[in-house]
């Protein structure tokens, strides 16, 4: 379990920061948090969701903090590390919530000074909205927690990282290597957003809401983007992002190809291998 | 009001068939059935949704009807119309189901003999299941039901059209010419469903079942496809579902050319005009 008395410190409260902030204050954690804008730290410090909390001049926070938890950008994180990531305390094992993890976790870790330990996960709970405002709307009981321990990673801060899942109300916790994590991200999470934007900029169909169906509703739910935010995670995944893009024009492609052909056996042949596959997923939910 | 004392027949007892026929029933009245199935037919005869019916020998059913519904595929329909359509009786007016018109509304009309209108329409109700055992579970009230008439038709048709569309509890009813509403439905409904079944086909995914969240499974909800009716229904509107198809295929490499290029401006600009669009969309549903 947990250790109680150890201080949490929370740098950049957006939406994920804040729903850490939160679920540790409430299990009975110290939590400090760090964020640059005056108006969300206050949010925070309002509702409970941290103990204290600063914008600027936080040294001592950083100091003083046995376990941080980054909410940031991938670029800002390595921005704050280079300036402030020499005032960890040695023996502090922190972690972030980055939808990416090549490009980051390696040269965080060799930054780290010694003593001090990066354990890298992801909290698959992304959400359209984003801000500490909507924090308490985020569920992590469905979603999974991703841990991708490198071999700079110790058993114990591996642990650290499930136990701490486990108290922000994690059911499916797992590991993954770096690699399998941005390859199966790119997959299951980017390859869909990339549709679902280009279908919304393919065409002005803004004529055509009233015939929209569930299909196309489904589809493009997810095309509501915080564009900030994917743009960074867009680039900083891209060999793997396009790679799958390639593979899905290939399938398309495929369809396209038996359409013009008349190959109607082609497409059955298709709809049977979608349909199978579907169904896997849907006998996994059950 | 539709005329009660009206005999209507329903030839093709599927999903749609079914329902029509239940709902006509449910609302007094008298509906005969033919299917070439004898265990669907026997379905609908012990649940109430038809009359009689018979799955051969079927021309007194054909020539007593006052209005006839065409629950089968564009392939189906056009084949029994040139066998059976001469039997159907002067003022007799007619519809259909099918999620296509182009190639479709055209022949069968100059088909009709002297006195016989057809007046195609789509009721945008399909779901993944099918046959008349499942059309209970059909729920019109939230689709769209299209008619699509020609210069052939007369507006007493469409008034009927409309009429049967509110009897069978429809509350989105309008009017497409054959060429708008395939365009439409090339889009709204067939290039999401190219889509979802190229997502799936591009990988044996079948390992990252576990790592899913709701992108992945919105998206590929529609890739559990009936292979017969959809390779019909796409190879039927090819023209407009492979323009639509190299219109996203444009967008999706526009995206993946920026990403190449590591343009965040391009890319945040996508995310931004597709969020705008799929906004208004949701204004629309509330």
């Known amino acids: 379990m947990l250790d109680k ?3 949490y410190l929370i740098v950049g409260l957006g939406l994920l920061g804040g729903k850490y ?3 540790l204050s409430k299990a009975g954690f110290h939590v400090d948090g760090i964020n640059r804008s005056e108006g969300h730290l206050q949010y925070a410090l309002d509702h409970g969701y941290i103990a204290s909390g600063k914008t600027h001049d936080f040294e001592d926070l950083v100091s003083q903090a046995d376990h941080i938890i980054f909410g940031l950008y991938p670029t800002a994180l390595i921005d704050w590390f280079k300036t402030y990531g020499h005032l960890i305390k040695p023996g502090c094992i922190f972690t972030d919530v980055s939808g990416v993890k090549t490009g980051l976790v390696e040269p965080v870790q060799a930054m780290c000074p010694e003593g001090v330990e990066f354990i890298a996960s992801h909290p698959m709970a992304g959400r359209e909205t984003s801000s500490v405002e909507h924090a308490a709307e985020v569920s992590f009981a469905p979603a999974n927690f991703i841990i991708t321990p490198t071999e700079k990673n110790t058993p114990e801060a ?3 990282a499930k136990e701490l899942a486990e108290v922000l109300g994690f059911r499916h916790i797992c590991t993954l290597t770096v690699q399998e994590h941005d390859k199966m991200i790119g997959y299951v999470s980017q390859l869909c957003h990339a549709i679902a934007v280009s279908l919304m900029c393919a065409n002005d169909n803004s004529s055509l809401c009233e015939y929209t169906g569930d299909s196309f509703r489904d589809l493009t739910r997810i095309a509501r983007i915080n564009e900030k935010m994917w ?3 867009f680039l900083w995944n891209k060999e ?3 790679a799958e893009i390639d593979q899905f024009d290939s399938a398309l ?3 396209r190809d038996a359409l013009v052909a008349d190959d109607r056996d082609k497409l059955e042949e298709m709809f049977r291998l979608s349909t199978q596959r579907r169904a896997a997923f849907d006998k996994k939910d059950s």
Chains 1, 2 share one sequence.
């Open 5 to 7: 008395t150890k201080r």
């Open 21 to 23: 902030a939160l679920e």
């Open 158 to 160: 591996v642990q650290w």
């Open 231 to 233: 743009a960074e995670l």
């Open 240 to 242: 793997n992002l396009i």
């Open 253 to 255: 492609d495929q369809l």
